[in-house]
């Protein structure tokens, strides 16, 4: 298989036409060129997504504001929500596993390559579908384009009589079609994981990135296939009449929620545990410390990962479930607050006693660490089932998942970003911009996302175009936009800084961060073979043994 | 290229993964039985709840003979695996042959069904939550029958051209392990829709 792989590719010249050069990267199988091709499609819809938030926040940004139609605006905030979770987040995190698990584990490709390009490709189409959705949408009905019914779709908006056009056929088809592109790509990440290790690769020795992602991608197995039950069931009832979520017929409208949410909430951990990845990675190497509490962390992941599919109700306590319920759920969630503690204590540990290199990967990570905290613990409020009730619906479950998203996770991507750039280009990042772009959106961050959660205190709800002057909400919705802006300014300089530095920075050299996992063993860009022979491992860091004969890891294990 | 030298191996050492084929179809396996069980989820929270006719215990037969036709596919895709293994591929060729007839029995024995309660009971997707439940949850387990006959019909093929020997049984055994799955759910299908739903 990898000698197939080795033919296929050498041929890159520099001086071939671009339409070979497009042809070679339509086709591809190679898992980094797929890994790239996945984080550039996520960018792209990331600045679209962006985009669509900086509508939602001129909208909100002074009362009785008509910047767009209240229909419009409904169009905004589902678009944004479905885009970023579906194909900005899943994609990119999905782009780095492509990209870096086969090099960290010593193997030279993924397990299934043709399925990896047939998954890319099928999220791509989902992508592709969704947008559509703003063309023909409407249908005869003239109904609107785009779906309005929010990223959860609740029904019984998603029925024939509330969304008459395509729009929430677009909706449906796009996420069933991604969701098929995540399932194959967990699978080929769980097969890569176990059967490409390299000789010596043992399960206790994979870096953490692989641990997590093997995890991560169990997860997506089961969490996202409810999700397509539960779209193909909303299929046979708009498509062929079925009655499902139809209450008229004595169908359920709740039913929809359980399905939505037995996705939705592990979903946050599909995210959420790339990014521990990352910070996993990044920590160590900058604090010159091997990672604090190895196995626990593994061990923490899994534990994160088995509670996570039990606390899907916390979204739901106000729907009227009874007592035990919601006991039940308000425990579990709980819950996860302990394996979530043992995570940030050893992250801490990592860096305790280490000498730390405060380069912009560093940053990000630190920030992440405590932002991810300060998310972890609005989470614990909501997860309190009267203080859910008085807060359900409010500015302030906004303010709270965004801390875990942007705050959390986006901030460890932005780290995972500037960690791997010289790996994945060649070329180091200008580090001034990129501490630019750290502080920037530090503070836009926290003037739109720690403001916010006082307007949910003070009643403001989710999802309202506009609102009354006068109730207290104004300065400071005012304020959150302009962090927004910040946060957009802040992203540019991000993209400026990948353009700039891939032509002007400076080359990067196979280890610029003295690191110890395989993919720094490489050229960068790596080689389409990756390694010219396999490598042997016998520790968790393979090139500080390398480094360091005379006191090699492997000694100790 | 690569700047890592490799070390001396523990040369003692065994290095022997899993086979990545049966890896993936076990994950696939497990995907499948997630969406499978928010059907058979959705199929039991909707027992009797439908408004109107025709239920399930007036129109139901419970369908014995073509169980036993699929139940048994598994039974003789699991020799035809073994056959190949040791090399006889006449036998091998067969049973399997034997193995898509009764999937394709069984299919058609849900097409009957299907036929019957379209036309006999007026019972259609759309009639009440039981023929939605029905028809989604036993046609979801149809198209895997159907897709599961195609691909052991790619196989015939190729093994009528003579292309299938010993040496690819590790991949007819990644196949037949999707069978088994299909097997395995239509146990469940059938004690949630003619044993429990009645």
Known sequence: MSSDAIAVQTAEATGQPWVQTLHEWVTTVDHKRLGILYILYALVFLVIAGLEAIIIRIQLMRPHNAFVSPQVFNRMFTMHGTTMIFFVVIPVLFGFANYLVPLMIGARDMAFPRLNAFSFWLTALGGFLLYF?????????GAGNAPDVGWWAYAPLTSRAFSPGHSADYWTIALLVSGFGSIGTAINIIATIISMRCPGMTLSRMPLFAWLNLIMAGMVILAISPLTAAQIMLSVDRYLGGHFFDTQAGGSATLWMHFFWIFGHPEVYVLVIPAFAFASEIIPVFSRKPIFGYPVMVGATACIGFLSLSVWAHHMFTIGMNSYANSFFAITTFAVGIPTGIKIFNWLGTM????????TPMLFCIAFLFQFLIAGLTGIMLGTAPFNWQLSGSYFVVAHFHYVIVGGILFALFAAFYYWYPKITGRMFNETLGKLHF???LIGFHLTFDLMHIPGVLGMPRRIYTYEPGRGWDTLNFLVSIGAFVQGIATLVFVANLVVSYFKGAKAGNDPWDAWTLEWSVSSPPPVYNFSSI??????????DLKHPEDPDSRYE | MSAITTRLPETSVPWKLPYRGKVGMTCLIFAESAIFTIFVVAYLFYVGKSLSGPTPQEV??????????????????????KLLERGRRGAFLLLWLLTITLGALFLYGTGQEWHRLIHEHGLTISTNLFGTTYY?????????????????????LFGLAGRVGPEQSSRVEVLSLYWHFVDAVWVVVFTVVYIVGR
């Open chain 1, 133 to 141: 959705s703003f063309v023909g949408g409407s249908g005869l009905y």
């Open chain 1, 439 to 441: 502080w920037l959106f």
């Open chain 1, 535 to 544: 490598p042997t491992v016998a520790s968790r860091r393979p090139l500080w």
């Open chain 2, 60 to 81: 139901l037969e419970t369908p014995i003979f073509y169980t036993i036709c699929l139940l048994s596919s598994s039974v003789t895709i699991h020799f035809a695996g």
């Open chain 1, 352 to 359: 305790w006693g280490g000498r730390i290199q405060f380069k």
């Open chain 2, 136 to 156: 989604s949850l036993v046609g979801l387990h149809a198209s895997h029958v159907t897709a599961g006959l195609v691909m052991l019909g790619i196989v015939l």
